[in-house]
């Protein structure tokens, strides 16, 4: 599993994010290894940076928090407002373009009829 943390940056918080932006990246390097992918969002036409994404590789919460909390940025106010979630990345080119899960984490999660046939499915159901 993993983390999705969006964060966006506090009002007026250009000058913070300039000032600690050194620290910020070498905070990142040094723990790289915990970090599926991660980088500055974007305002709509894309010429300023207005908050930070982050995908954390651990199954603990408090170990993302951790990740996050002493990052610089954090420690100096950049970000206003702050969202964790849990993340389970499934498909796609950072995934290795394929899907890594079985089809039984998929129906566990979406319902036991995904992945099969009209009537496949009908074959499964219980009579009494």
Not at 22 to 36: F, N, P
Not at 48 to 67: I, W
Not at 85 to 105: L, T
Request: glycine share 6%; charged share 25%.
């Amino acid at each position: 599993m993993a983390w999705l943390v969006i964060c966006d940056d506090a009002a007026d918080s250009a000058a913070l994010r300039r000032d600690h932006l050194q620290a910020h990246l070498a905070y990142i390097e040094k723990v790289m290894d915990r970090i599926s992918v991660a980088g500055p969002l974007l305002t709509d036409n894309a010429d300023a940076m207005n908050g930070s994404c982050f995908v954390y590789r651990t199954d603990d919460l408090d170990e993302a928090r951790s990740l996050l909390h002493n990052d610089p940025y954090y420690r100096a106010g950049v970000y206003g407002r702050i969202e964790i979630r849990a993340f389970r990345p499934v498909a796609g080119v950072w995934v290795d373009g394929r899907f890594i899960c079985c089809r039984s984490i998929i129906r566990k999660h979406c319902g036991r009829n995904v992945g099969r046939t009209p009537d496949q499915a009908l074959s499964t159901r219980r009579t009494r």
